[in-house]
């Protein structure tokens, strides 16, 4: 379920804690001799009755031992079994010198677990070492996995198979998507999975365009069918959220494109990450986008070239040079405002300066 930022978890009254030094009836019938119980705490490890015997094992070998070096008259004898021990021991020193001098060698490390070797110019995470939320030392494996699983999350055009569905009204649900993603102050993550969602669930299942307003993931169940103005009953909606669950497998893992614009900009400005934020939620719009950026250290993490972005850049462009729709307001008015520094309202590059970017 997703996670509501700002939201702490509600306390429950009435409940008090057990007092740690209450005493039982048994302990009080005792008197001051107050015996430890057998039994462990609420919680605790249990007792394992094998050290015990191997303590007591111990001891009785040693007194065993005490006795049988004493005769009847109270005097110290040696016994075969000592004398033997004490040759063997004797023999054996010279081996165990040459065995303490030749150290067993290192075993080798597998070559699929020798960690890769950044150069120092490409090193993003070096300087979040001491930061553990940020896994440096991970940071570069866990995005090349999610590079590998965005393979099995390929979108094709499923409009065809929707009878009653269009790109127009897609535009419109991720839409309102994104406002209740502002309205219940959810993560990013949560929106760009949402959408996710619902594409991999339109690609396998034809809808109608009555219950498209149902394909997404809620929070809540009740704030769900209030901000649907109550189109839908409460079993309508969890029945759906089974169907979606069941038509993807429960593998909801999907590589979204936000996690990668974080990596990538994680040396940039507020003010930049905030503009490609706004790029990106737009991208959203359209089903055949993916976004990129470029410098040799985005090439090195990425694995893309400019040459591989252009023609994605080139439909970007177009898109946001196209006239604002009146019914799709959200993303622009969420980045007009003064808390996303107002990057909405930045005019676009000069198309003669975009190509000649691109064609470095």
Known sequence: ????????????????????????????????????????PHGAPKKRTAFIDITNAHKSHANLGKSSSMSSEGTPTVTEEQTYKDEGQVAAAPVEELEAAAPPAAPEVPA????????????????????????????????????QREEKFVLCNYMPSQPTLNPEMRAILIDWLVEVQENFELYHETLYLAVKMADHYLSKTPVHRELLQLERSPPCVDDFLYICDDAYKREELIATEAKILQALSFDINIPIPYRFLRRYCVSAGMDTLTLAR???????????????????????????????????????????????????????????????????????????????????
């Not at 804690?17 to 009080?28: C, D, G, S, V, Y």
């Not at 960690?115 to 995005?143: G, H, L, R, T, W």
């Open 1 to 40: 379920m997703p996670v509501v930022r700002g939201k702490k978890p509600a306390v429950t009254t009435g409940i008090k804690m057990p007092k740690l030094n209450a005493t039982t009836r048994e302990n009080q019938m005792e008197g001051p001799q107050v015996k430890r119980a057998s039994s462990p």
């Open 112 to 147: 699929h677990l020798l960690k890769q070797q950044i150069p120092v110019e490409f090193d993003i995470d070096s300087e979040n070492s001491e930061d553990c939320y940020m896994c440096p030392e991970y940071a570069k494996d866990i995005f090349d996995y999610l590079k």
């Open 278 to 360: 706004f790029f990106c939620e737009m991208s959203l719009m359209e089903m055949d986008l993916d976004l990129g950026g470029w410098c040799p250290t985005l090439q090195f993490h990425s694995g893309y070239q400019t040459s591989d972005l252009a023609p994605v850049v080139r439909k970007l462009y177009e898109m946001l040079l196209a006239p604002a729709d009146d019914k799709l307001k959200a993303i622009r008015n969420k980045y007009s405002h003064k808390v996303f520094f107002e990057v909405a309202s930045l005019p676009l590059v000069d198309a003669d300066i975009l190509e000649k970017a691109l064609s470095q």
